[in-house]
């Protein structure tokens, strides 16, 4: 069906620049919930790995921007800090949530009533899981954060103490890092971190592989993985980075040039089918040079499961190859998969598959 009629690409919701904080997973709904600069919020099911057909009526009610709305998951579900426009020129800032009927319900807030607002992309609204709390950072004041408790709907302001960096104007990105119970925060490719226990600014120094982060722009995306530890980064270039922030994960099971990626020439196919798959996936290669080039399958750990090619390809060849989702001779276990290409020792290019039952 014809799910929008802007913004759309193949009929499905289309994401522009600077949208980044526009979506989220809520784990309640399981779905990607995207609030869209049209009047509707779209749903992503990835058991089907495809838009649903049903759609929310935003807040908003008439629209507005793509710069109106900051989704983050909760376990409550998907919790929106968004810009409220009444009319051609009125509009204020509310907070609301994705309830289990799939519609938005507008949250009561106690104490200091008046809700943080940002300007364009400059704010993040981020879930404090130790306290059951969403904390708020804004471009528009500077060093401050405020706090929502979900238990009793009170907003405060909390005046943290500490240098927060007045040079940087946006802090685009965030997370919050359970193990350490701090926030960590990107803006202008400089980190600063919030520390939840004692209130507090700290400066934070971050190592960074060749080349990571002098291209990176105004869209780059954070996003937590708590069962490896791990921020991942998906830049607007669609390189993909990821920061080791504490113990517990060994990332030498993932190879070093993992950790940068490099576009890959148009004219250059890198192409998987089946997908999803059972039991064999096909993967198509072509070069336009003459390149060393090797293709080899990770599972979500980052662990080696098989290698389908590590050979030089001349210019213009084409190679099919082919995974039998085995092993060492074993059947793999269904579920995501990545086939990742590499020339030389640079990653150039990842395919997601997902292999069912």
Known sequence: GNYLNIHNFNNRPFMTGHSYRNYCYSSVHKRMVKHHPTKYTYLYDPTKMDWDTAKVLNPVG????????????????????????????NSFYALYMLDETMTWKRLKVKGDTVIPEYYTEDGNAMYDSKRDRMLFVSGTARGQVWAYSFKDSTMTK????????????????????????????????????????????????????????????????????????????????????????????????????????????????????????????????????????????????????????????????????????KTNGRESASGTYFIRQYIGEKLTKTLMVVKTK
């Open 62 to 89: 008439d629209g507005g921007g793509i710069y109106n709305a900051c989704l983050t998951n909760t376990p409550h579900g998907a919790f929106g800090w968004i810009r409220t426009v009444q009319g051609c020129c």
């Open 158 to 325: 909390l005046n943290p103490t500490g240098d927060w960096n007045s040079s940087t104007t946006m802090w685009r990105e965030g997370v919050y890092l359970p193990a350490q119970d701090k926030l960590l925060l990107m803006g202008n490719l400089t980190h600063r971190m919030y520390n939840c226990a004692t209130n507090s600014w700290e400066n934070l120094t971050v190592t960074k592989a060749t080349g990571v982060g002098t291209t990176a722009s105004v869209s780059s995306g954070y996003a937590y993985d708590p069962k490896r530890d791990l921020v991942w980064d998906i830049e607007i270039n669609c390189e993909v980075y990821v920061m080791r922030v504490a113990g517990g994960y060994n990332p030498d099971s993932i190879p070093t040039s993992a950790f940068k990626t490099e576009n890959v020439t148009t004219d250059e196919t890198f192409e998987a089918s089946p997908n999803p798959f059972n039991p064999s996936i096909n993967v198509t290669i072509r070069t336009i040079s003459d390149k060393a080039v090797s293709v080899a399958v990770y599972d979500l750990n980052g662990r080696l499961v098989a290698t389908l090619l590590k050979n030089k390809i001349t210019s213009g060849q084409t190679m099919n190859l082919a995974w039998d989702g």
